[in-house]
């Protein structure tokens, strides 16, 4: 994450779409999505569900968007910060870059 221009560009254009999807799948709600400070965040209605079924959405939802390397951290109840990305020599194909993500059931 230290490494310059790691955090890829547009995750609108990148993460949303199959972030849609997969809420969709799990007939999840997003509420709103917003880019701050290199992280794009996701506000999704948690709509009563518990604890355990809130972590297993949260990490339904990031599969699709998982790459080579990636970290779940849950921050607290309902919120969840995650690191996705491709490090020096997971890929011959696809240049070193990561994703970071904060998801946030409301």
């Known amino acids: 994450m230290t490494i310059?221009?790691?955090?890829?560009?547009?995750?609108?254009?990148h993460l949303l779409p199959h972030l849609e999807r997969a809420a969709a799948?799990?007939?999840?709600e997003i509420r709103s999505t917003r880019s701050r400070d290199g992280i794009f965040e996701l506000d999704l209605d948690g709509n009563g569900r518990g604890q355990g079924e809130l972590r297993a959405a949260a990490l339904s939802?990031?599969?699709?968007?998982?790459?080579?390397?990636?970290h779940v951290r849950?921050?607290?109840?309902?919120?969840?910060?995650i690191v996705t990305g491709m490090l020096?020599?997971?890929?011959p194909v696809f240049a070193t870059h990561g994703h970071q993500l904060r998801i946030r059931f409301v």
């Open 88 to 91: 020096p020599g997971d890929s």
């Open 61 to 70: 939802l990031i599969g699709p968007i998982a790459e080579a390397s990636t």
């Open 74 to 81: 849950q921050l607290k109840e309902g919120e969840f910060e």
């Open 4 to 13: 310059d221009g790691w955090v890829a560009e547009e995750p609108e254009a």
């Open 25 to 28: 799948t799990l007939g999840l």
